[in-house]
């Protein structure tokens, strides 16, 4: 059994009372359920908390997962040391405050990790869904599709893909006057980390599939081709004339994902970007 807390709110919480037990029965607002996970909002003395539990998903889900080529997520454990690397990378994300881990049975093992809410922030696909009607200012946009190619670079630079990276997972901070964000410096914090995987590098289909996922959750919120290039500089911080050449191949890649899902979701070709 392993468990670690990083906050004293949490540890007078905690007590001497079995974490798992307080984990399990803790009364809060259920946000999600599936997959053996359960994600819960609480409040400590009047500071928010979400702690998302994980108590096994069984054998036959970890063979069909397998069976799919995709790998289980049997436990806590990823995004505890997704969100620590994400740290450690400059990153903003969630602050992870415990973890605990019990059971060597990875169809049945047990394990949580508690975060701290984040508090005054905005989904990026919710800010940006009227931008095509009520477009912001040029330096807001700009600063926006540049921070989310900077971040999925400093990622994927790393050995970090996230597996769901839409922009539904980017949370845009407004504590000041949204008009303002862009001459302070856009702060984007990245979130639902518990499929992130690390290695050494990452293989060229999970590029593809951050990439894609970006780009299809971006293609009907009023981008231009313009907005599509300086993503591109960014992400790769090469001229455009580079990219094209050199990632000509990845980009339809990218590309053919992004329609795939598209016509998936919505049973129609999508506007065309680049």
Not at 20 to 49: M, Y
Request: glycine letters at 6%.
């Amino acid at each position: 059994m392993l468990v670690i807390t990083r906050s004293k709110i949490l540890s007078n919480w905690f007590g001497a009372v079995d974490p798992f037990e307080k984990i399990k029965n803790i009364d809060g607002l259920v946000v999600r359920s599936k997959e053996g996970r359960t994600t819960q909002r609480f409040e400590i003395d009047g500071q928010g908390f979400y702690a998302k539990l994980h108590e096994g998903i069984g054998w036959v889900e970890v063979i069909k997962n397998l069976l799919q080529l995709r790998l289980p997520i049997v436990g806590a454990r990823n995004e505890w040391e997704a969100i620590n690397i994400l740290h450690k990378l400059g990153v903003d994300t969630m602050t992870a405050v415990a973890f605990g881990k019990k059971g060597l049975n990875p169809a049945a093992q047990t394990s949580y990790v508690v975060t701290e809410e984040l508090t005054n922030t905005l989904s990026l696909a919710v800010y940006a869904e009227k931008w095509a009607e009520n477009p912001p200012t040029f330096l807001l946009k700009k600063s926006i599709v540049e921070k989310v190619a900077e971040i999925a670079r400093t990622l994927h630079v790393n050995g970090i893909n996230h597996r769901d990276l839409y922009i539904c997972h980017f949370l845009l901070d407004i504590q000041e006057n949204i008009n303002e964000i862009s001459y302070r410096g856009i702060r984007l914090f990245l979130v639902d980390l518990h499929r992130a995987q690390v290695r050494p590098s990452v293989p060229q289909r999970w590029l593809i599939k951050d990439v894609g996922s970006i780009y299809f959750s971006a293609m009907d919120i009023g981008l231009t081709r313009r907005d599509i290039y300086r993503f591109l500089r960014e992400y790769y911080r090469k001229p455009l004339r580079t990219i094209f050449t050199e990632e000509s191949d990845f980009l339809r890649k990218v590309q053919k994902r992004a329609n795939n899902l598209y016509l998936r979701d919505f049973k129609c070709e999508p506007r065309q970007l680049f």
